[in-house]
């Protein structure tokens, strides 16, 4: 078996007495699309940190693979009006790529209008586009998202999956994301792992919307609602429209 | 010209040019106050120099650079917010500073004066040295991790994501900001060094579209600012450090005027 990119042996996270992560394992492999779900304050953003070696977890063993190449997009950044700073300018500021390549990015995640706008002026869906195009400018094979969707409106969140699922479509590139967001997370995830401080329940979709720990974290109706988004998308019903502008 | 005047000139333009190009991360990273608590320590520098016997600008350096350390290890500790600590350190520096000197032995060949306004028409070729070698020193480094330290100045987790070195170059930063400010102390002094750090990159923010024209034009009006204030404390007879600050001052209130202005009719 090939070596997988991260693997955290019983990691855990105490700060000020308080357990933030408690004896979390998790594998990701080269092909894998993993979600953390779980409850607002978690852990979930702070796991997301600690396997991509952000902050240091102070129990457990953590592994990366050797020269593991990490796109990270943050939940938000808040760009500084104390600098004058273009979205092409903070795109190419990545000693991995060309000006041919932010080109063919900025044309991929649909901000190409946008290049010569400041960072600061930019909406919620552009600079979440903005920060994806940033990830993949990174060349990685592993995708870290956090909360990709937050802030966006019902038809930014819809365009902005589309984006996502496009690029996992055609590039080779392992998904690691924390989301709110169980629709689509049920639809598209192959692991899904649910968080409360530790792991309650982990495995396909199918799997832990019938877990009894999943049904105690988020409510017997959201399980009930989950398993009605998994049959309506065994019908693989085509989606409609083109990703709308932001 | 006179030699002195040529030294004023020369290490006059070197100190703007140095101090504009840093003086836009101090506005970006929001190191104000930082910068400022960092010119009271050089005070406790000189009087420590002048107490052992070393050489003041090499003893100003070697003691910012502890101070830095110091401050940014108060920093991380928190139970104080930043801007407090920032505060205590300061006037701690400044009063050991103060009290440090008047226990040297020729405490009456001190001129407090000039070590808080700065005396730039008394720089010496030694200071000149000091101030080529920093300021190349400085720039290179600049130049060198341009890109690096934008980013983390950006937001750190994405340049940690990216593999930057977050620690390693703020500590870079904190350094090069330590030998500006001592090198340029002797010629600007310590209460003045802050205006040149913050007032012509603060200007040169309304004038920017990027990054590296921000740091190019904050130099120039840093250079134009000195040359107008030397010349006026020549013909007028007035303290050429405050001349500088005052002629910076006025760039920035016609630059800030005329953006409003602009920005109204644009309305």
């Known amino acids: 078996m090939r070596q997988p990119l991260i693997t955290a042996e019983a990691i855990g996270l105490t700060r000020d007495n308080s357990k933030i992560l408690d004896n979390v394992s998790l594998n990701i492999a080269a092909d894998d ?17 600690c396997l991509l070696g952000l902050i240091k977890p102070t129990q457990g063993r953590l592994k990366r693979q050797a ?66 195009a940033r990830a993949l400018l990174n060349h990685p094979t592993l995708l870290a998202l956090d909360e990709p969707v937050q802030n966006l409106d019902v038809g930014g969140e819809i365009a902005f999956y ?22 689509f997370v049920m639809r598209r995830s192959r692991q899904v792992v649910c968080l409360y401080h ?24 959201m399980a009930e609602l989950m398993t009605v988004y998994q049959h309506e998308h065994d019908h693989h019903h085509t989606d409609t429209g083109e990703t709308p502008n932001g | 010209m006179a030699d002195f005047l040529l ?27 930082f910068s400022d608590s960092l010119a009271h320590s050089t005070l406790l520098g000189i009087a420590l120099g002048l107490q052992l016997g070393i050489h003041t600008t090499l003893a100003t350096l070697l003691l910012c650079a502890c101070f830095a350390l ?23 520096a400044l009063a050991f500073g103060v009290l440090a000197l008047s226990l040297s032995d020729n405490y009456n060949n001190i001129d407090l004066h000039s070590l808080l306004f700065g005396n730039i028409l008394t720089v010496s070729q030694e200071d000149l040295f000091w101030l080529g070698g920093g300021g190349v020193f400085v720039f290179a480094m600049l130049i060198y991790f341009w890109q690096p330290l934008l980013l983390i100045t950006i ?15 703020q500590l870079l930063l904190i350094l090069l900001m330590t030998i500006t400010v001592a090198v340029s102390i002797q010629i600007i002094g310590l209460l ?28 120039c009006l840093g250079v134009t600012a000195t040359l107008i204030g030397l010349r006026l404390s020549l013909t007028a007879d007035l303290p050429a450090g405050p001349a500088i600050v005052s002629v910076m001052v006025l760039f920035f209130a016609a630059t800030n005027g005329i953006h409003a202005a602009g920005s109204l009719r644009k309305k």
């Open chain 1, 33 to 49: 699309f993993i979600t953390v779900v779980g409850p607002n304050g978690a852990g979930k953003t702070t796991l997301l940190k």
């Open chain 1, 67 to 132: 020269g593991l190449r990490v796109g990270y997009m943050p939940q938000r950044i808040t760009a500084a009006r104390t600098m004058p700073l273009s979205l092409h300018y903070f795109l190419a500021l990545n000693k991995n790529s060309n000006a041919r390549e932010i080109a063919e990015i900025a044309e991929l995640t649909n901000i190409t209008q946008h290049l010569q706008t400041p960072l600061a002026e930019l909406s919620g869906g552009e600079m979440q586009r903005a920060l994806l």
């Open chain 1, 162 to 183: 589309h984006l996502l699922e496009n690029i996992c479509d055609t590039r080779k590139v392992a998904v690691l994301m924390v989301s709110h967001d169980l629709h």
């Open chain 1, 198 to 221: 530790h792991v309650c329940c982990s495995g396909t979709p199918q799997v832990v919307s019938q877990d009894p720990q999943f049904k105690a974290l988020f409510g017997n109706e």
């Open chain 2, 7 to 33: 030294y004023a000139l020369i290490a006059g333009v070197g100190v703007a040019i140095i101090t504009g190009v840093l003086g836009c991360f101090v506005v970006w990273q929001r190191m104000a106050y």
């Open chain 2, 70 to 92: 110091l401050l940014l290890w108060a920093q991380q500790k928190q139970t104080l917010s930043g801007d407090s600590m920032l505060g205590v350190m300061a006037h701690a």
């Open chain 2, 155 to 169: 937001n750190r987790d994405l340049a940690a994501a990216e593999g930057v070195a977050i620690l390693r170059l």
């Open chain 2, 192 to 219: 003045l060094i802050s205006a040149l750090l913050i007032i012509p990159a603060a200007t040169a923010r309304l004038l920017a579209r990027t990054p590296p024209m921000m740091a190019m034009i904050a130099a």
